[in-house]
C-alpha cells in the first residue's frame, strides 16, 4: 500500500510534468503566433493599351434676339444644320439625340441701363452617341463647318463643351487577366523580399484588388485608353 510520501512523490511529478507540458505548449503557440505575425505587404500592377469603342460628343449652341418666335426658328434651324451635318456623314438618326432647350429671359433679372440688348437666350446641345469611333474622327476634323454655317457652338447648360469624350465599356472583358497579371507581380515583388531578408513567402494573409484606372494615352489620343490596375497583396514569411 503506498505510503503518503510515495503519493507526494507521485503528485509532484505530475504536477511538474503538466508544468512542462503547459511550456511545451506556450513555446509552441507562441512560435505560431510570431510566424503567423511576419507578413509583407506589396503591390503589383499591370497595364493594357486599348481603343475606345463609344464616343459622346455634345455640341451647344445658343442664339439671341427680341423676339421669341425669331429666337425659336433661329435654334430650330441650328439644330437642323447639325442634324444635317452629321447624317451626311453617314451617321444614323438614333445617334443623333437632342437635350431639352433652355430659355433665358435676361430682362427679367435687369432693368435700365444694365438690361441687355438681346432679351432671349435661347439654347440647346445637340448630342452624337456612337460605337463608331473611326467615323466619329472623321468627322470630328470637319466640325468648323458647323461655325461657318453659322451655329454659334460654345459651352451648354451643366457646362459641358463640344469636345467629344471617349470611352471603353468592355473592361470586365480585360479585369480578369490584368488581375492576374498584377497579382503575379505583386508575388515577385514579395519573393524578393523575402529573399534579401532571409525568408520565404507563405500564404496569402489578404489582398485587395485596388483601383481599376482607365484614362486618356496621352492628349494627342483619347480615342486611345490606358487601362491600369493595382492590386494590394499581403504574404506570411517563413523560416
Known amino acids: 500500500m503506498p505510503t503518503s510520501d510515495s503519493r ?29 505575425d511576419r507578413y509583407v505587404t506589396v503591390k503589383g ?8 469603342d463609344l464616343v459622346v460628343w455634345p455640341l451647344p449652341h445658343s442664339v439671341g434676339g427680341n423676339d421669341l418666335a425669331d429666337v425659336q426658328a433661329k435654334l430650330d434651324a441650328n439644330n437642323a444644320t ?3 451635318f452629321f447624317s451626311r456623314a453617314g451617321f444614323k438618326p438614333q445617334e443623333i439625340v437632342m437635350s431639352p432647350p433652355r430659355l433665358e429671359d435676361r430682362w427679367a433679372w435687369s432693368s435700365g441701363e444694365n438690361r441687355p440688348a438681346e ?14 469611333v473611326a467615323k466619329a ?25 463640344s469636345r467629344p469624350d471617349f470611352e471603353y465599356t468592355r473592361l470586365n472583358a480585360i479585369k480578369p487577366a490584368l488581375i492576374a497579371e498584377a497579382t503575379a ?4 515583388s514579395a519573393e524578393q523580399f523575402a529573399k534579401d531578408s532571409g525568408a520565404a513567402i507563405g500564404g496569402i ?23 491600369r490596375v493595382v492590386t494590394t497583396v499581403e504574404y506570411f514569411l517563413k523560416d
Open 82 to 84: 447639325i442634324r444635317a
Open 45 to 52: 500592377s499591370a497595364e493594357k493599351m486599348v481603343d475606345a
Open 119 to 132: 432679351r432671349f437666350r435661347y439654347s440647346t446641345t445637340v448630342i452624337l452617341r456612337t460605337t463608331d
Open 137 to 161: 474622327l472623321a468627322v470630328l476634323d470637319r466640325s468648323g463647318e458647323l461655325v461657318s454655317g453659322g451655329v454659334m457652338l460654345g459651352t451648354g447648360e451643366g457646362g459641358e463643351g
Open 8 to 36: 507526494s512523490v507521485v503528485a509532484a511529478l505530475v504536477i511538474a510534468l503538466g508544468l512542462v507540458g503547459a511550456g511545451w505548449f506556450a513555446a509552441r503557440g507562441m512560435a505560431r503566433l510570431k510566424t503567423a
Open 185 to 188: 507581380n505583386a508575388r515577385r
Open 205 to 227: 494573409r489578404s489582398a485587395n484588388q485596388g483601383v481599376v484606372d482607365i484614362s486618356d494615352r496621352d492628349q494627342g489620343s483619347p480615342q486611345v485608353k490606358k487601362v
